[in-house]
């Protein structure tokens, strides 16, 4: 049961390329989220996504663009990187309901030289 | 918007002590409460959460949050604290999203620190 992976771990990029960073996860879930985790603001929702082709921003969207063609996998773009997009990355997802619990990834930690 | 407030940036507490890591909340209707844990270098875990019922809600790895209305608190607590049970604790409330479906909003989260 391998639940919900991200890859890559660890990333380090520089000013202006674009990264992807990817989530996979084999639950089914309907909902998927990108979180960002910056010390004194905890967790940030970025993206989010209700099924697949239906994604809506967070409360940090600028910057980033995702896709979710499939059900299993919710990749997250950053178009053009800048320094202040260094961060450590969650994705998670939950099935829609009535608790909402929400399942995490390992995280990927992403550096912008 | 719902919130969780987390007061305590650190807790420190000896191992063998009780522990308590405190979240207060602000919502409009029923309050929908989660606490998840962190440990290093890791995800975020899921621990319990607080829908309806019982006030005190049991969770995983020994740990249990007492759900106060009056006060709007959901205070994790944990009768004997181990040394690794040294995380960051995250408080959640649910909240809706603006295109339907819901969310967790986050506390700033609270740094535990079990010594020996």
């Known amino acids: 049961d391998a639940g919900i992976t991200q890859s890559p771990r660890y990333k380090i990029t520089e000013t202006g390329r674009q990264v992807t960073l990817m989530c996979h996860q084999t639950w089914s879930h309907s909902y998927m989220f990108w979180y960002r985790q910056d010390l004194g603001h905890g967790l940030r929702l970025i993206y989010y996504s209700a099924a697949a082709d239906i994604t809506d921003k967070g409360e940090v969207p600028d910057g980033y663009v995702v896709s979710r063609s499939k059900t299993e996998n919710f990749p997250l773009t950053l178009e053009s990187a800048t320094r202040s997009q260094t961060s450590v990355y969650f994705c998670?997802?939950?099935?829609?309901?009535?608790?909402?619990?929400?399942?995490f990834g390992p995280g990927t930690r992403l550096t912008v030289l | 918007a719902q919130s969780v407030a987390q007061p305590e940036d650190q807790v420190n507490v000896a191992e063998g002590n009780p522990l308590t890591v405190k979240c207060t909340y602000s919502?409009?209707?029923?309050?929908?409460l989660f606490w998840y844990v962190q440990y290093p270098n890791r995800g975020l875990q899921f621990l319990l959460k607080y829908i309806t019922g019982d006030n005190l809600v049991k969770g995983s790895y020994g740990f249990e949050a007492e759900f106060n209305k009056s006060q709007t608190s959901f205070h994790l607590k944990k009768p004997s604290a181990l040394v690794s049970d040294s995380a960051l604790y995250f408080c959640a409330v649910r909240d809706m999203l603006t295109g339907g479906g819901n969310k967790l909003t986050f506390g700033t989260g609270t740094q535990l620190k079990v010594e020996l």
């Open positions: 919502v409009s209707g029923n309050p929908y």
């Open positions: 998670a997802s939950s099935e829609y309901g009535l608790t909402d619990t929400q399942y």
